[in-house]
C-alpha cells in the first residue's frame, strides 16, 4: 500500500540553523499538507499545498517557513533561523482531489538546541 | 478562531467495554469532520464523516456526525488492549484549514 514518506526520522539543530524537512507523498495526490506536534499538545496545522502554491495558511506559518515542491515527488518545508519552540513533531500528509480523508507519514522530530 | 473539542480527555476501560469518544466543533464552512488514531507517531485515518445522521462502522469501530449539534460520537465496542492510543477529532474548514482537537487518550486495561 502506498504510504507518505519523511525524512529524515530526526533532526537535531543548533537555534538559528536552517532546517529542511522532506516528504514523498503518495504518488497520485495533488494535495499536500505540513502539520505539527509540539510534546503533548495537539495536532496543529501549518500549511496547505495545491497547484504549486501555498492554498492556506495557519498564524504559525510566519516568514520562517517556506515550503517548496521541488520536484515531482518531493515536498519540503524549511524552516529559516529555528527557535527553540519549533521544536516538535512534523507531519507531513497528502490527499487525493476530490476526497478529504489525508494521509500522514510517519513524522521527524526536530529538537532545536 | 476554528475549535475543536474532544472530551473526555482521557479514559480507562476494561477489555470488553464499550466507549464513547465525543467530539463538538466550531469551525467556518465546515466541510468534514475526520477520526484518526495515534498510537506511536502518526495519525492513521479512521472515518470521514460529511454528512449527519449517516453512520460509518468499520469492525468494532463506529461514528456518527451531527451537524446540528455541531458534534460526533466515536463508539469502540468490545474495547481490545490493541484499541489504546489516542483518538483525533479533525474537522475541515476554510479553504483548506483542518484544526485538531487535542484528542482523547485511552488506555485499555485486560
Redesign the interface.
Known amino acids: 500500500e502506498p504510504e507518505v514518506t519523511q525524512t529524515p526520522s530526526h533532526q537535531v539543530t543548533q537555534m538559528g540553523q536552517e532546517v529542511i524537512l522532506r516528504c514523498v507523498p503518495i504518488s497520485n495526490h495533488l494535495y499536500f499538507y505540513w502539520y505539527r506536534q509540539i510534546l503533548g499538545q495537539k495536532v496543529e496545522f501549518l500549511v496547505s499545498f495545491y497547484n504549486n502554491e501555498i492554498s492556506e495558511k495557519s498564524e504559525i506559518f510566519d516568514d520562517q517557513f517556506s515550503v517548496e515542491r521541488p520536484d515531482g515527488s518531493n515536498f519540503t518545508l524549511k524552516i529559516r533561523s529555528t527557535k527553540l519552540e519549533d521544536s516538535a513533531m512534523y507531519f507531513c500528509a497528502s490527499r487525493v482531489l476530490l476526497q478529504e480523508t489525508q494521509y500522514f507519514g510517519p513524522g521527524t522530530r526536530l529538537l532545536v538546541l | 478562531e476554528d475549535k475543536v473539542v474532544q472530551s473526555p480527555l482521557s479514559l480507562v476501560v476494561h477489555e470488553g467495554d464499550t466507549v464513547t469518544l465525543n467530539c463538538s466543533y466550531e469551525v467556518t464552512n465546515f466541510?468534514?469532520l475526520?477520526w484518526?488514531k495515534q498510537e506511536k507517531?502518526?495519525?492513521?485515518?479512521l472515518f470521514?464523516l460529511?454528512s449527519s445522521g449517516i453512520e460509518k462502522k468499520s469492525g468494532r469501530l463506529s461514528s456518527i456526525l451531527d451537524k446540528k449539534e455541531l458534534s460526533s460520537i466515536l463508539n469502540i465496542t468490545a474495547t481490545q488492549t490493541g484499541d489504546s492510543a489516542i483518538y483525533?477529532c479533525?474537522v475541515?474548514g476554510?479553504?483548506?484549514?483542518?484544526?485538531?482537537?487535542?484528542?482523547t487518550k485511552l488506555q485499555v486495561i485486560p
Open positions: 466541510r468534514s475526520l484518526y507517531k502518526a495519525p492513521t485515518f470521514m460529511t483525533l479533525a475541515g476554510g479553504y483548506q484549514k483542518v484544526t485538531f482537537g487535542t484528542g
